[in-house]
């Protein structure tokens, strides 16, 4: 079985006020990368960064993971229907040649 791919390592995540590297939860990070093209993924990763340091800052590790998993959550069907209606529009293409 192969490994799962990292997405962690494409993604660059600002630094906090002490210099150190931030981390993103790694397994809603994959997940959500799963659905992303790769100017998606620094786009949507870094506002997300961001607002996690924020939120990190403000109410700790514990409410800042928690509001990340929210934001994945409420990611994932909208970015779920986009990729089926694409693979539903190719199929339709290559039916449409196909003829």
Request: hydrophobic share 40%; net charge positive; glycine share 4%.
């Amino acid at each position: 079985m192969a490994p799962s791919p990292d997405f962690s390592s494409t993604i660059s995540v600002p630094l906090t006020s002490r210099g150190e590297t931030l981390r993103l939860p790694r397994a809603g990070t994959s997940l959500l990368c799963l659905f992303l093209t790769t100017r998606e993924r620094e786009n949507l990763m870094g506002d997300l960064a961001e607002e996690y340091q924020a939120v990190l800052s403000a109410f700790g590790h514990r409410k800042a993971a928690w509001w990340f998993y929210e934001q994945v959550f409420y990611s994932l069907l909208p970015l779920t229907c986009r990729s089926l209606t694409r693979v539903t529009l190719l199929d339709l293409v290559r039916r449409l040649l196909d003829r």
